[in-house]
T-cell receptor, first 116, second 111 residues
């Protein structure tokens, strides 16, 4: 297993455009998280899945953000009509939901978004 | 409202000095984790503490979980430049045990 993969690593876009990020978790992990992080701050929770079910979406998240995990494996995070305030690092992590490794997150390297 | 508050927010020290980072909450956690993050990378797990009062050591790093399981500390002895990074505490919360992160402590160790 190569760990958690995120693509693209960097994305520069103009305000108003849509962007999509992809995350491939560790194959045995049934939980998948999306976080947003700005420089020097802790990751801010966006949403998470257990298998294909979306368990929770942050109330701070606008309707422009949507995430899917259609087959319980990879996930996508789409941001529609991007705004400059969306510029951040978007982190994906996966974990087991139960057992000794429950809630221990393995992160990808992140997708850095810059909105001009 | 940030559920896990870390202090200090920033710390710049000389190589060889000792330091302590704190993670506090008003909520009880079943466990707390500490991660370190380097620029351009995702956080990497350092340790998980589970039992109130538990102390774990990882080389020069000592982690403690408060007796009431509401707080934790990370102590680094004889800091080295390689310890530089963002230190994050995190814990599972709510019915589905969503992992929530603290505000972060940015550490710089100057050679």
């Amino acid at each position: 297993d190569t760990g958690v993969s995120q693509d693209p690593r960097h994305k520069i876009t103009k305000r108003g455009q849509n962007v999509t990020f992809r995350c491939d978790p560790i194959s045995e992990h049934n939980r998948l998280y999306w976080y947003r992080q700005t420089l020097g701050q802790g990751p801010e929770f966006l949403t998470y899945f257990q298998n294909e079910a979306q368990l929770e979406k942050s109330r701070l998240l606008s309707d422009r953000f949507s995430a899917e995990r259609p087959k319980g494996s990879f996930s996508t995070l789409e941001i529609q009509r991007t705004e400059q305030g969306d510029s951040a690092m978007y982190l994906c992590a996966s974990s087991l939901a139960a057992g000794s490794g429950a809630n221990v997150l393995t992160f990808g390297a992140g997708s850095r978004l810059t909105v001009l | 409202t940030q559920l896990l508050e870390q202090s200090p927010q920033f710390l710049s020290i000389q190589e060889g000095e000792n330091l302590t980072v704190y993670c506090n909450s008003s909520s009880v956690f079943s466990s707390l984790q500490w991660y370190r993050q380097e620029p351009g990378e995702g956080p990497v797990l350092l340790v998980t503490v589970v039992t109130g009062g538990e102390v774990k050591k990882l080389k020069r790093l000592t982690f403690q979980f408060g007796d009431a399981r509401k707080d934790s500390s990370l102590h680094i002895t004889a800091a080295q430049p390689g310890d530089t990074g963002l230190y994050l505490c995190a814990g599972p919360m709510g019915g589905y045990q969503k992992v929530t992160f603290g505000t972060g402590t940015k550490l710089q160790v100057i050679p």
